[in-house]
C-alpha cells in the first residue's frame, strides 16, 4: 500500500532539518591574560600617561612651546611617539592636561570660602604656604613661567589657562575679599575690586625665581604676608 503524501512529506522536512549541536561552554579566560580593564593594563597606561606628561613639561620649559617636538618628548618619555597619540591629539592638548593636573588642583584651593570663625587672614596664609610648598618649591612654577613667555605667540594657550586658571582663581579671590570686608577685616577694600592685588606677589616671585633667585634668594612665604599686612594690618607676633 503506497505511502501518504502526508507522511511523505513529514519525513523529507525531518530529514532536512539539521542536527541539533550541543553548545559548547566558553573556556574560561586564563587569570594571567590582560584585558582591556585589567587593573595591571590600567596602571601601566597611567604610568606611560604621567611619563609623558612629565617629558613634555621638561621639553616645553627648555626649548619654548614652539620648539617642542613630540618625537623629543617621547624619547624623553621612553615610549613611541605612536603612544603619545593614543593619549593627546597634538601639543596643544598636551600643554593643557599639564594645566588640569598640576595647577587646577591648586587653584580649587582658592575657591573654597572659609568656615564661619576663621579670619579671612588665616586662610589667606594658609593658601600662601601651600603656593610656596605646592607650586614655588615645585616644577608648578615652570608652568606659569611658560604661560608668561608663551602665551602672547599662542593665543589659544592663553585663553585656555584665563578661563581654567586666572579667571577661577580671581573669582575664588573676590569671594575671600569680599567676605573679609563684610567681617571688617579689610582695611582697605580696594582688594575686593582688584583681587589681583593680592595674588601679584605669586606672579612677581614666579619671575624673580626665573630672574633673580641665584643673586638674591627671597623668602617668598615672608614677602607674600607682609604684602597682606597692607591690607588686613599687621599680625600679631610678627
Known sequence: MPRSRTAKTAKTTKAARPARRTA????????????????????????????????????????????????????RAGVAKGTIYLHFKDKEALFQEIVRVLIVPVVMGVEMLPPPGVPVRTVLNGLIDRFVQEVYGTRRREVIRLMMTEGPRFPALAEFYYHNVVARALKGMRALMAVAAERGELRDEGPVRFPQLIVAPAIMAVVWSGLFERFAPLDIAALMKSHLDLYFGREAGR
Open 24 to 75: 559548547r561552554p566558553e573556556a574560561p579566560a586564563r587569570p594571567d591574560q590582560p584585558t582591556a580593564e585589567s587593573p595591571d593594563r590600567a596602571r601601566k597606561s597611567a604610568a606611560r600617561r604621567e611619563a609623558i606628561l612629565d617629558a613634555a613639561l621638561e621639553v616645553f620649559s627648555s626649548r619654548g612651546f614652539a620648539a617642542a617636538r613630540l618625537d623629543d618628548i617621547a624619547a
